[in-house]
């Protein structure tokens, strides 16, 4: 993998992680199960992103 598509992909990984943050932070404080389920979903682009990232590292 080259060095500016691991930078690229770690950008993407911090974004989605903070996407995920702000998102489980919403759904924490307003107990709404509509900010529940986006708070998951938030979770699984990031989830997908770590995987797709980790079989690139395997490669």
């Known amino acids: 993998m080259k060095a500016e598509n691991l930078t690229r992909l770690e950008t993407r990984l911090d974004r989605l992680w903070r996407e995920w943050l702000v998102a489980r932070a919403k759904a924490q404080a307003s107990q709404d199960i509509t900010d529940g389920v986006a708070a998951g979903r ?11 990232s980790a079989q690139g590292d395997a490669a």
């Not at 938030?42 to 797709?52: G, N, Q, T, V």
């Open 42 to 52: 938030a979770w699984a682009r990031w989830l997908a992103e770590f995987e797709r």
